[in-house]
């Protein structure tokens, strides 16, 4: 998340589609999860996410109200975007994220499901804008890279 911070703040990330699912979870969140599953012996395979998974809009936009950003994100054309970073990616591009398989990954949806995790009995301790809220906290509202 740091990197989409980042790229928000800096006015690099641009959406190809504001519908992309991309399953999350916020890391002290899955902490919690393994610490409970544990301590309540559930093991397995477990998809760990927030359910439902939010979209690319979602998480941005939450993003930047939990960290105050007033930035606005374009929306630009998949073919477009593949093309300037294939072209800019391979001279430095890759240092801000304008890469071809960067782009790609943004484009793809993460869908998974996460109805296991949903119905074990785990009580989850944040919701996606108090994840970011504590996430900001703890960079000292500072998280560029």
């Known amino acids: 998340m740091a990197r989409l911070y980042s790229g928000i703040k800096k006015h690099y990330f641009f959406y190809t589609r504001k519908d992309t699912i991309k ?7 899955l ?4 610490m409970w599953s544990l ?20 998480i941005c936009e939450t993003m ?5 950003m007033n930035s606005w994100i374009p929306s ?17 591009g890759k240092a801000v994220g304008i890469h071809p398989a960067r782009v790609k990954k943004i484009m793809v ?10 119905n074990s009995g ?16 703890d960079c000292n509202r500072v998280c560029l890279k």
């Open 109 to 118: 949806s993460t869908n998974i499901n996460g109805d296991k995790l949903k």
């Open 23 to 29: 399953a999350c979870i916020y890391v002290k969140e």
């Open 76 to 92: 630009v054309n998949d073919k477009f975007l593949m093309g300037v970073a294939a072209i800019v990616g391979p001279i430095g």
């Open 122 to 137: 785990y009580q989850f301790h944040w919701i996606l804008e108090e994840s970011f809220n504590d996430w900001f906290e």
């Open 64 to 68: 930047k109200k939990a960290t105050g």
């Open 39 to 58: 301590e309540n012996g559930k093991s397995g395979v477990w998809n760990c996410m927030f359910e439902p998974a939010y979209n690319i809009e979602q």
């Open 31 to 34: 902490v919690h999860f393994f």
